[in-house]
């Protein structure tokens, strides 16, 4: 990793939203990697934002980002004020409302860089409004999986040199089989037994409900083993009550959210990820791999480009709980099986997920465009 960069760039990226996933991850992964590089990085975001704390309380640079319709044009003009002010050389924007808001500013301060980052697939049904902000707001466009890339260049015709597939690079030296095991996980239940997790925020199309299905089909074939749900979100309040009703409260621990994930991955045994639709490349499913912790995914969004089937991990077919039952069973059970599994899942993220792969690429970008 190069610590004085040839030529130092300044780079902000722009988050509207206010909560700390996957998405949240990456854009601070990219300003901590390009920081340590030895380049100027700054953050546009509202101050309530989880990213906007953590990446002040890390020596980042912040500005506050001011949301509201009426508001759109005078922000517009006060961002593009901001970004001549410090010379941005690479403005790289994540979510639809600040695409909107801090391209118009990027445009208007004639950045000489735009990039616009898409990390889940949705489906965009005014085609003509939505390639602005990919086209005329955009220089380039990011994506994390190939399926969200082909979804754009079927809609929005874009060339080959203006769109990058880049899954979020891992910290390979953080995410690790070797370290410390979370107590959360050793301490809860019979520790004989598999420990078996899910750890995403809990939003609605993660597959919890899928998950808890699973659960009842073991229970009732008699596989004994631990099952964990960390995380937290605006599901929490209606899983609670599904688990509830499920009958399985003795059974599921729900840890909340955590810092501790690295430590966490290692002690569970299977990790599971449930999602049914706009998956792009799941950076816990990479965390994971890298710690050699057997992964069960389901087919949706881009997870099959990472756990493949019969190569790093075992698929099934997205909201299957009888299906997701066999498969975690299967890892659990065919010990030899999954530990090929696992060693491939970890040379995998060595040979093109980390974090300085992703790194190394980003800067080939904005050489190709900066010169």
Same mark, same amino acid.
């Given at each position: ?9 300044? #780079? ?16 601070? +992964? ?64 994540h979510s639809s409302a600040d ?54 260049? +079927? ?7 203006? #769109? ?32 078996? !997790?899910? #750890? ?23 596989? !004994? ?35 501790d994930v690295a430590d966490i ?7 599971? #990820? !449930? ?24 087919? +949706? ?23 997701? +039952? ?46």
């Amino acid at each position: 990793m190069s610590s004085a960069p040839k030529h130092k760039w300044r #780079i902000a990226h722009s988050e509207a939203s206010l909560g700390w996933g996957g998405q949240e991850h990456r854009v601070y +992964a990219e300003l901590m990697g390009f920081k340590q590089r030895g380049h100027e990085v700054w953050l546009i975001a509202p101050e309530t934002a989880g990213v906007f704390a953590r990446s002040k309380e890390a020596g980042i640079g912040v500005e506050p980002l001011k949301r509201g319709k009426l508001r759109f044009p005078f922000e517009a003009m006060r961002l593009a004020t901001w970004l001549k002010k410090h010379q941005i050389d690479v403005l790289n924007t994540h979510s639809s409302a600040d695409g909107w808001l801090v391209g118009v500013a990027g445009r208007l301060a004639k950045v000489p860089l735009l990039i616009r980052s898409r990390h889940i697939d949705v489906s965009y049904p005014n085609r003509w409004l939505s390639r602005h902000a990919f086209t005329t707001f955009a220089d380039h466009v990011l994506t994390t999986s190939h399926k969200i890339t082909e979804h754009f260049q +079927a809609n929005f015709q874009l060339a080959d040199d203006h #769109i990058t597939t880049l899954p979020t690079g891992i910290d390979i030296r953080k995410f690790h089989p070797e370290g410390p095991k979370s107590d959360i996980i050793t301490q809860h239940g019979n520790p004989t037994l598999p420990a078996v !997790a899910m #750890i995403s925020v809990l939003r609605s199309w993660k597959g919890h409900d899928t998950f808890l299905e699973a659960i009842k089909r073991l229970q009732t074939k008699g596989f !004994a083993a631990r099952y964990f749900i960390v995380g937290s979100g605006p599901q929490e309040p209606l899983l609670k009550e599904k688990i509830k009703n499920a009958g399985l409260s003795d059974v599921i621990q729900l840890c909340g959210h955590r810092e501790d994930v690295a430590d966490i991955l290692r002690a569970i045994d299977v990790l599971v #990820i !449930a999602s049914t639709k706009h998956e792009g490349i799941p950076q816990i499913g990479l965390q994971a791999l890298a710690s050699k912790t057997a992964v069960v995914g389901s087919d +949706a969004g881009g997870t099959p480009e990472i756990i493949r089937h019969g190569v790093t991990g075992r698929n099934f077919p997205a909201g299957n709980g009888e299906a997701l +039952a066999q498969a975690i069973q299967e890892s659990v059970q065919q010990v030899e099986l999954t530990r090929t599994y696992t060693e491939a899942g970890r040379k995998m993220v060595e040979q093109e997920h980390s974090l300085d792969v992703m790194l190394d690429k980003l800067e080939d970008i904005y050489r190709r465009h900066l010169g």
